[in-house]
């Protein structure tokens, strides 16, 4: 099986900072999961924020799979709002709302899904918790995401032999994207998807925003004020901002 990039006429894309972003509200992304996992094609979805975008334009790897993946969807406001600079209105698709529906959409469809990364014993709380919420949700397998580079392939092989349709890898950009690129081949899930911090949100970890605040585009600041790490990431904003005024010019 190869990697492919999407080919569904429905994948309606817009550049930001040079990555085609996908334009698909949450449905239309779920239903392009859908016909993906049908085909038994291989490919990557992006969920990605402003932080994300501004490390492609510094790492040509990284910008590489983004041109490769299936879809890189909009996750933060920042994206979306350089998407309504174009005149384009794009809903937010983020990483932690597709776990939370694809396991949906597991209890229905029988998809079978694993949870690998974040500290020990989160992604067990994390596909627990889904469980709970969603009665049928197939979790075939999760496992925390702290293993050296070296043992990738190791993981890889453990991954496969619980078989998953769809892989979630919460390892932090650009590391899980890198990840996915170099072991999908061997995993055979046809969508494999980085999603950050959702485990640690979805096992109770950390709490997500008020939906107020989530209303407001100011969950980054909410993510900052629980957790002053995340600094670095806030101090790429103004970056994403001039560089995205100097490309729409
Ligand atoms: N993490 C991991 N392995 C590592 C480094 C980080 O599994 O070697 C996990 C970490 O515990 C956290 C997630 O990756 O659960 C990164 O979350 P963060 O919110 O920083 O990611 P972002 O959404 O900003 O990419």
Known sequence: MKIERATTPSAKTAPVLGVEISLLAMEET?????QRIAARSLGLIVTADATGLMIARRDPEFAEILRQAALVTPDSAGVVWALKRQGIVAQRVSGVDLVDRLCARSADHGYRIYFLGAAPGVAERAAERMRLRHPGCNIVGAQHGYFPSESDEIVAQQVAEAKPDILFVAMGMPRQEKFIHKIQGIVGAPIAMGVGGSFDVLSGRT?????????????????????????????ELPGFVRAVLKSQR
């Open 30 to 34: 779920l239903d392009f999961i859908d």
């Open 207 to 235: 709490r997500r925003a008020p939906v107020l605040i989530q209303k407001l585009h100011a969950e980054w600041l909410w993510r900052l004020l629980l957790n002053p790490k995340k600094f670095q990431k806030v101090r």
